[in-house]
């Protein structure tokens, strides 16, 4: 069952929507007609139905660019089935706080949604974390915007409320972007931190500091200088681990080596090299090749705090009793996150220095 506002937009744009099916079908891409009606119903529904509360002028417009992004992203094929539903999860959770934008640019706002979801899974990050933030603090985003100065301008930006049908999206959609990326970082996407503190400059000082649950009393510009400088900062007790065996879907065919470099650590995984970065958030393997653990080597990775003795690790104040045999174990340091390693686990700990 659907609700009534997608069966009217689909009845109103059906030849429309089956000259696009048979161009999809005769492109060769996977179809199955009745894996695109699930998404439909559960995924597009939704979408319509939020949209309807905002603004049923722009129902219509909506279902048809919903339907087209999810065939250019490939939800009709069955083969997709964890993909699709990654995405469809995403319209669901999102369609509400973001209707207000997605009835103003709906291809443009679903698209940048969708692949935002997935790069978060591809890389390992924390996708429900990702919706359940972006749901809230999207709502934040849309309400108090144009009552609060920017984070760099100190300039207000064009008012907009939920009920709005005509907004500035020149300004609103690059601050949901800022704000999703932003989020993706404290889901888990290390790798984002730099990127995500300057793109974090669009969007209203309040709504920054709570996205990533900045203490009271701080101000942005000292938060983003400190977490700039330190990626552990506000979390010195972190304690990560990451990394799994092949056969079980992690990256490394055998315990790794690590070897300290400017971003983080360069990763020998016995079949691949990686790069490995880490901070408060979560940690991300990126690609390297044996030339980078190879220039990386000569490094000595050592910290005057860090002390291992047996199986006990001591970090500044901290001591860390590990559950593993202390023949083999190494403790490695960059210039802010100490890596632990062992020939009996694919698994690489990270700890922050003090």
Known sequence: MIAP?????????????????????RSGAAFD???????????????????????????????????????????????????????????QALAAP????????PAQVLGMLSNAAL????????????????????????????STPNLDTGSAVMSMSVSDTDMDTSSTIPQLAALGQLLAWRAGLAHFREGALAAAAVLPEPLALAALRVPPGIGWAEAAAAMQRDPWWGD???????????GFGGAFAGPPAVVPCDDGFIVDGRARHHLLVADRFGAVLQPADADDFLGAASAQGRHPEVQLTGSSL????????????????????????VAV????????????LP
């Open 5 to 25: 506002a997608l069966a009217a937009a689909l009845a109103a744009v059906r030849p429309q929507l089956n000259r696009r099916i048979d161009e999809v079908r």
């Open 98 to 105: 973001c209707a207000a934008l997605i009835a103003a640019q």
């Open 119 to 146: 790069h978060i899974d591809r890389n390992g990050g924390r996708s429900a974390q990702w919706r359940r933030d972006m749901a809230s603090h999207t709502a934040e985003l849309v309400s108090t915007v144009g």
């Open 236 to 246: 010195k007790e972190a304690d990560i681990a990451t990394g799994a065996f092949t």
């Open 33 to 91: 007609g009745a894996t695109l009606g699930a998404f439909i119903e559960s995924a597009v529904d939704a979408v319509a139905q939020a949209v309807a509360a905002h603004d049923p002028s722009r129902v219509t417009l909506t279902v048809t660019a919903a339907i087209d992004t999810a065939l250019q992203l490939g939800v009709a094929d069955p083969a997709q089935s964890s993909r699709t539903a990654l995405v469809r999860e995403t319209w």
């Open 341 to 352: 390693t062992s020939p009996y686990t694919h698994a690489i700990r990270l700890l922050p």
């Open 314 to 337: 001591r970090v500044g104040a901290r001591t860390i009793a590990l559950d593993l045999p202390p023949d083999g174990l190494r403790a490695v340091c960059n210039r802010h996150t």
